[in-house]
């Protein structure tokens, strides 16, 4: 195995030739060649395709950010938790190459029977685990166990909040001065979705909130005022979970904060929308508001925490402890 694989194998790690079980993370997706991005796009729109000024906008961003790193970190963090449980573990995209039904084909010709569909949303896995389901049926003789939300594991927790230590540590060096946590509120982000989408049944919301609730009982406890916000809201005019991230910063102004810090925790690796939306745009719009001071905690991508926490969906799923 090689990690030259087209499909993102690992390098370096050995198990048995013919192994029963395996491990299929999945995430968005994303592209990297710019010539896929009308079709990307149409696929996130379910089929329709994006107006010529949304492609020409997105292009915008991949070019400024210099790509996107999404699947680079994933096959990372799949090569990592192949590394602990022995077993083939890869990485498909739910909107882009490789697709669930490629990946599991590949697990089938190496001798896998059953395969755990592990999803890179902690908060989000029924719509992942739905799209691997679907694609079993394409490839005989291949069991799909599916892991449950996994957004309250313990070492996740530790994850989110090691990353945000790490942030607040990077800001206190660029500002200049470390600020007392009481002047630092700290926002919890996630990608945001149609309300409607929440009405119709999807635990999304409830799962991060939930997921969050956690992590700002850690944060408060230290003096930081915590909120939530979602961010990245699509092109549609539709209602959208809020507060957003505009919002949420003229709240904080107003109420006397020249700072904020944003932590990305509905995110487990950097891509546009912590890379653009964040960096970029959120920045340029604290500012606007009166926030001079702007920061965000990095994805948690390949922390060990993380790995652990992927560790022990896996073991528990699969009844390995």
């Not at 090691?162 to 946590?181: H, K, Q, V, Y």
Request: charged share 20%; proline share 7%; glycine share 8%.
């Amino acid at each position: 195995m090689t990690e030259g694989s087209a499909l993102g194998g690992s390098a370096g790690v050995h198990y048995a030739p013919r192994v029963p079980d395996a491990v299929l993370l999945s995430c968005h997706g994303t592209i990297s060649d710019l010539s896929d991005l009308p079709a990307f796009l149409a696929n996130i729109r379910r089929g329709r395709p994006a107006p010529e000024e949304l492609v020409h906008e997105v292009r915008r961003r991949y070019e400024l950010i210099g790509g996107s790193p999404l699947m680079a970190i994933s096959r990372a963090q799949a090569a990592a938790l192949e590394a602990r449980l022995a077993i083939p573990v890869r990485v498909a995209g739910r909107l882009w190459h490789p697709y669930p039904a490629e990946i599991l084909r590949e697990l089938a010709s190496l001798g896998a029977t059953r395969v755990l569909s592990l999803p890179l949303a902690p908060q989000s896995v029924a719509v992942y685990n739905a799209a691997v389901a679907e694609a079993a049926r394409e490839v005989p003789g291949v069991t799909i166990v599916e892991a449950p939300a996994w957004c309250l594991e313990p070492a996740l927790i530790d994850a989110f909040v090691g990353a945000i230590d790490d942030g607040l540590r990077a800001c206190a060096a660029s500002w200049g001065e470390p600020l007392a946590p009481s002047a630092v509120p700290i926002v919890l982000s996630a990608h945001s979705l149609p309300v409607r989408v929440i009405a119709a049944g999807d635990a999304y919301e409830a799962d991060f909130r939930a997921m969050a609730a956690v992590v700002s009982s850690r944060l408060t406890a230290r003096g930081h005022r915590v909120e939530v916000a979602f961010q990245s809201q699509g092109a549609s005019s539709e209602r959208w979970l809020g507060p957003d991230l505009p919002e949420l910063f003229g709240t904080l102004a107003a109420a006397g904060y020249d700072a904020v810090f944003v932590a990305p925790i509905g995110f487990l690796a950097e891509h546009v929308e912590t890379l653009f939306d964040l960096d970029v745009e959120a920045a340029r719009l604290a500012k606007e508001r009166g926030l001079s001071r702007f920061g965000r905690a990095p994805t948690v991508s390949e922390r060990a925490r993380l790995i652990d926490a992927l560790e022990a969906v896996a073991r528990a799923a699969l009844g390995g402890g």
